[in-house]
C-alpha cells in the first residue's frame, strides 16, 4: 500500500514539474518576444484550439478538428481516422508528461493548422487552454 502511494505521489509530481518547467521556459521566451508579457491566457489559448485555418493540406481546419472540443474524450484524426486518446491530462495520465513529446507535437500541430510554428506566447496559452479545460 505505502509503495502505492509513493508512487502515485511521484507520478504526480513528476506531471506537474514537467508542465511546471514547460510553461515557465516559455513564459522566458515570451518575455522577449513581448517585453510587456505578463501571463498566458486560457481564453486566447481557446480562440487558439477552436479557431479554423486553412492549414498544411488545403483544408479548413482547427486543432478540434483531430482532438475534439471535449478534450476529455478521444477523438479521431481528422486526415487519418485513425483514434487519438484524450489531450487532457485529467483525462489521460500520460499527456504532458515528456517535454521533448509536447514541443515535437505542438510544433508539427501548429504547422498543420497554422502553416507555422507557434510563437511561445500562443504555445503558452493554448497548453493553459488544454490542462484547464
Ligand atoms: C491532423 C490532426 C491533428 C491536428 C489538426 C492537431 N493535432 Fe495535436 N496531435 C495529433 C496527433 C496524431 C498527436 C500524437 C498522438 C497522441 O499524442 O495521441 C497529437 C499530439 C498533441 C499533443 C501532445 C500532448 C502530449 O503530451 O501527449 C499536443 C499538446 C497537441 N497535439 C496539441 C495540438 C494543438 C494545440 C493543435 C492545434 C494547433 C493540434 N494539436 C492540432 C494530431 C493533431
Same mark, same amino acid.
Given at each position: 500500500?505505502?509503495?502505492?502511494? #509513493?508512487?502515485?505521489?511521484?507520478?504526480?509530481?513528476?506531471?506537474?514539474? #514537467? @508542465?511546471?518547467?514547460?510553461?515557465?521556459?516559455? =513564459?522566458? %521566451?515570451?518575455?522577449? $518576444? *513581448?517585453?510587456?508579457?505578463? $501571463?498566458?491566457?486560457?481564453?486566447?489559448? %481557446? %480562440?487558439?484550439?477552436?479557431?479554423?485555418?486553412?492549414? =498544411?493540406?488545403? $483544408?479548413?481546419?482547427?486543432?478540434?478538428?483531430?482532438?475534439?472540443?471535449?478534450? *476529455? =474524450?478521444? *477523438?479521431? /484524426?481528422?486526415?487519418?481516422?485513425?483514434?487519438? !486518446?484524450?489531450?487532457?491530462?485529467?483525462? /489521460?495520465? =500520460?499527456?504532458?508528461? !515528456?517535454?521533448?513529446?509536447?514541443?515535437?507535437?505542438?510544433?508539427?500541430?501548429?504547422?498543420? &493548422?497554422? /502553416?507555422? $510554428?507557434?510563437?511561445? @506566447? %500562443?504555445?503558452? !496559452? #493554448? &497548453?493553459?487552454?488544454? @490542462? /484547464?479545460?
Amino acid at each position: 500500500m505505502k509503495i502505492v502511494i #509513493v508512487a502515485c505521489l511521484l507520478a504526480s509530481l513528476g506531471f506537474s514539474s #514537467v @508542465i511546471d518547467d514547460f510553461l515557465s521556459s516559455l =513564459k522566458q %521566451e515570451a518575455i522577449k $518576444e *513581448n517585453p510587456s508579457f505578463k $501571463e498566458f491566457d486560457y481564453k486566447r489559448g %481557446e %480562440e487558439l484550439f477552436l479557431s479554423k485555418h486553412i492549414g =498544411k493540406k488545403g $483544408e479548413l481546419i482547427s486543432c478540434a478538428s483531430c482532438h475534439g472540443t471535449d478534450l *476529455n =474524450k478521444s *477523438n479521431q /484524426n481528422y486526415f487519418t481516422g485513425k483514434t487519438i !486518446d484524450a489531450l487532457s491530462p485529467k483525462a /489521460n495520465q =500520460k499527456r504532458f508528461t !515528456d517535454k521533448a513529446d509536447i514541443e515535437k507535437w505542438l510544433k508539427r500541430n501548429f504547422n498543420d &493548422v497554422y /502553416n507555422r $510554428e507557434g510563437t511561445a @506566447i %500562443e504555445k503558452g !496559452d #493554448v &497548453v493553459t487552454y488544454i @490542462i /484547464n479545460k
